[in-house]
Each structure stands twice: as structure tokens, then as C-alpha cells.
């Protein structure tokens, strides 16, 4: 039977503002379980493209406010080995999708879920702004990020996810930026997921979709005050045209 999971997350910031994707992360990310990966913006390394392009052959993008290029051209070093190789440079040279669309709709069963960084949706993360925005794209499930942590909620018959950072990076938007993680310990806990300042919880969320019932789940790495990591994974339904299943 084909999986109907659907991986939602973004803000990565890698390598700028964390390493990498949390090894936990990734041991449960694992390929032929998730049919279509969402990704809402600040995919900044090619590495991580390759990786959840690994997980599912269906990847959706879109433009969040520090995008950087995936696709460069090759280095006049890179154009002179090539030329001594006597290969084409086309043949050998990757190439990545650079994003371009600010917000994106998928039908997942009788559900439109629409996505978007929503770094132009302002007042941001305004529950009354990003009401307007879904009924403009006319979803009944709107994905948004931007503000590096998770948040779920039901507002007039709309479902609204934010994945958070599956890195738990920081954003610069974060009021509390520099007082270290309400998760972590005293000093922001800074270790291969982060930098230790404004460190925020890192997760992603799975959705499951069977016609009008939308199963959420969520997946955040907690850290105890002993320094041991775990992942906590919560459960949150939807079902349109109503509240709840």
C-alpha cells in the first residue's frame, strides 16, 4: 500500500545557524514511509535537498526570506578539471531547484493544503492575517514557518501548522533571541544542533490524509536537565466541517 504521509518542515538554516538535521531526526526519516516532503522556505544546503529527495520523490518548495542560490554555476577550477577529463561539465555537474514561488496548494484526499513561509503575510504569524491568506488560496489547511517553532490550531473551520525549525535554529524575529532554549539548559545547550543562543526546540510534523480527517503528528527533540535528548511525538486531528475526530 503507498504511504500517504506527508513531511512538513522548514527553516533549516543549515549551515549558517545549525549543522545538521538532529540524527534522531533523521533515523526516523527513513525513505519509502512519506509519499511528499513540504518544504516552506530556507532550504540552504544542497546536501539536505539530496536528503529528502532521498526520503520521497516528491518534493515541494517554496521561497522563505534567506534562500540562498542551489544552483551555481561551476567554478572556472571545476570547468579546467572537467576540461582535462574531457567530460562535459553538464554531464557531472549537479543542479538544484531554486525556489521561486512564494505559497503552493497540494489535494491530499478532499483537503487542500496550502504552504507558504509567510514572510509576507504580515502582521506575522497573525492569526487574523494568515485567516485572510488561506481564503485567498482557499485551502482548509494552511502550512506556514517563519518563526522557528511549532504551533497547531483551529480558527473558523481552517486547520494552521507551523513545523517550527526541524533544526531548531533561531529566528531573528525570536523576542527572546540570545536567553538561550526554554528546552535546553542554562546556556542554550549549543551542540551540533545549534549555535547555543536562541536555540529553539527543533521538530516537523508528519500528516496523515484519509478524505476529510487530516492526523497530525509532531515530532519534537526534547532535552532533559541531564542533557539526555529524546523525541516526543504529540497527535493532533482535524477533520473538515468539523471540530476534531
Request: charged content about 20%; hydrophobic content about 35%.
Amino acid at each position: 500500500m503507498a504511504s500517504r504521509l506527508v513531511l512538513v518542515l522548514g527553516d533549516l538554516f543549515i549551515p549558517d545557524r545549525a549543522i545538521d538535521i538532529p540524527a534522531k531526526f533523521k533515523k526516523l526519516l527513513s525513505p519509502g514511509k512519506i509519499a511528499q516532503v513540504l518544504c516552506l522556505g530556507n532550504l540552504t544546503s544542497p546536501s539536505v535537498y539530496h536528503f529528502l529527495r532521498s526520503l520521497a520523490p516528491d518534493v515541494q518548495l517554496v521561497k522563505g526570506d534567506y534562500d540562498i542560490a542551489l544552483t551555481a554555476p561551476p567554478s572556472q577550477q571545476h570547468q579546467q578539471q572537467q576540461q582535462q577529463r574531457q567530460s562535459p561539465p553538464a554531464d557531472s555537474a549537479p543542479t538544484f531547484p531554486i525556489p521561486s514561488a512564494l505559497s503552493k496548494v497540494v489535494t491530499h484526499g478532499s483537503l487542500r493544503i496550502g504552504f507558504t513561509h509567510a514572510d509576507s503575510i504580515l502582521p506575522p504569524s497573525d492569526p487574523d492575517a494568515l485567516l485572510i491568506a488561506a481564503r485567498q488560496m482557499d485551502v482548509d489547511v494552511l502550512c506556514w514557518g517563519g518563526t522557528c517553532r511549532f504551533e497547531a490550531y483551529e480558527m473558523d473551520g481552517t486547520f494552521f501548522v507551523n513545523p517550527g525549525s526541524a533544526t531548531g535554529a533561531c529566528s531573528w524575529n525570536d523576542e527572546g533571541l540570545g536567553e538561550g532554549s526554554e528546552s535546553g539548559d542554562e546556556d542554550g545547550h549549543g551542540d551540533e544542533h545549534g549555535d547555543g543562543e536562541g536555540r529553539n526546540t527543533p521538530s516537523f510534523v508528519l500528516m496523515d490524509v484519509q478524505g476529510d480527517v487530516l492526523v497530525l503528528y509532531v515530532y519534537q527533540l526534547k532535552r532533559d536537565g541531564e542533557g539526555k535528548e529524546t523525541v516526543g511525538v504529540e497527535k493532533v486531528s482535524f477533520r473538515k466541517g468539523g471540530k476534531g475526530v
